[in-house]
T-cell receptor, first 113, second 114 residues
Framework: GESVGLHLPTLSVQEGDNSIINCAYS??????FIWYKQESGKGPQFIID?????DKRQGQRVTVLLNKTVKHLSLQIAATQPGDSAVYFC????????????FGKGTHLIIQP | EPEVTQTPSHQVTQMGQEVILRCVPI?????FYWYRQILGQKVEFLVS????????KSEIFDDQFSVERPDGSNFTLKIRSTKLEDSAMYFC????????????FGPGTRLTVL
């Protein structure tokens, strides 16, 4: 089975609302997590990362939460805009390691006008 | 802002032919990667490369695949005898020496095998 996965293949929200995208992981050895955004026809774009010594990290309009107890992380996007429409992937790695990332299947975020 | 570039953006080939996909990683990065994404599926790791040798590879990366850093800027993925199931987006990524775990991706090459 896969190590990292997302709960919903598609999430539709109204423009201006907040969205939460969830991800579950199963590899206890993973201690570094990244959220990527992939727009149609483009490569994954780094959004935000979090290391296992943290449970929350904030960026511009985005917040990542990590719950190591239940092996769950989430990406919160505040005040969604049309440009936020994309597929969002979580990925895991060992902190500091140059290993291959393990990606989840992705959640397609659709912003309704 | 520096970024990973890839060429070509789209490659069409006949089954059994060899293809070479090219990448120019971010200039100060030392770790390089190839991933693939079959249409509608998740991104899958193929291989990582550091100090002119493969450091890790997945089970997808069989003997049909090879990677090379022919000069100081390019990083290539060669598929010797393409199969229909090799049709996918291929992404190159790179990471810097002090933040090897944070990988930055190129725009991808769409490979279509007919």
């Amino acid at each position: 089975g896969e190590s990292v996965g997302l709960h919903l293949p598609t999430l539709s929200v109204q423009e201006g609302d907040n969205s939460i995208i969830n991800c579950a992981y199963s590899n206890s050895a993973s201690d570094y997590f990244i959220w990527y955004k992939q727009e149609s026809g483009k490569g994954p774009q780094f959004i935000i990362d979090i290391r296992s010594n943290m449970d929350k990290r904030q960026g511009q309009r985005v917040t990542v939460l990590l719950n190591k107890t239940v092996k769950h992380l989430s990406l919160q996007i505040a005040a969604t805009q049309p440009g936020d429409s994309a597929v969002y992937f979580c990925a895991e790695n060992r902190e500091g390691g140059a290993d291959g990332l393990t990606f989840g299947k992705g959640t397609h975020l659709i912003i309704q006008p | 802002e520096p970024e990973v570039t890839q060429t070509p953006s789209h490659q069409v080939t006949q089954m059994g032919q060899e293809v070479i996909l090219r990448c120019v990683p971010i200039s100060n990065h030392l770790y390089f990667y190839w991933y693939r994404q079959i249409l509608g599926q998740k991104v899958e790791f193929l291989v990582s490369f550091y100090n002119n040798e493969i450091s890790e590879k997945s089970e997808i990366f069989d003997d049909q695949f090879s990677v090379e850093r022919p000069d100081g800027s390019n990083f290539t993925l060669k598929i010797r005898s393409t199969k229909l199931e090799d049709s996918a987006m291929y992404f190159c990524a790179s990471s810097e020496p002090n933040r090897a775990d944070t990988q930055y991706f190129g725009p991808g090459t769409r490979l279509t095998v007919l």
